[in-house]
């Protein structure tokens, strides 16, 4: 089964950015649709973005449409997700997510079988 493993996460100051990556440690990794998803304190765990298991289908929260971007490297078996102009709405533990049985992407938790450990994610006023 797959694992997976998030980094990237850190303290950053309003305006700022990050890129979170997750590794996924799989030889069939280019049969895996992979989500992001986060979770701030007391709220729940909410989608943020997907890509579908070529990188070629891309789906975002509307809200952040424009500042996050999810790419994918198969080769490195690692998905990205790139975060701009970071406000403190932003802060959370961020998870990446893993299914085989995606045809495009979902931004449906429940879609997901196997998650990653999370990466916290603080912004600075």
């Known amino acids: 089964q797959v694992q997976l493993v998030e980094s990237g996460g850190g303290l950053v100051q309003v305006g700022g950015s990050l890129r979170l990556s997750c590794v996924a440690s799989?030889?069939?990794?280019?049969?895996?649709?992979i989500g992001w998803f986060r979770q701030a304190p007391g709220r729940e765990r909410e989608f943020v973005a997907a890509?579908?298991?070529?990188?070629?289908?891309?789906d975002y929260k509307d809200s952040e449409k424009g500042r996050y971007s999810i790419s994918r490297d198969n080769a490195k078996n690692t998905v990205y997700l790139q975060m701009n102009s970071l406000t403190p709405e932003d802060a959370a533990v961020y998870y990446c997510a893993a299914e085989q049985h995606i045809l495009a992407t979902s931004g449906k938790a429940n879609d997901y079988v196997t998650w990653g450990q999370g990466t916290q994610v603080t912004v600075s006023s």
């Open positions: 799989t030889r069939t990794f280019t049969t895996y649709a």
């Open positions: 890509v579908s298991w070529n990188g070629k289908d891309t």
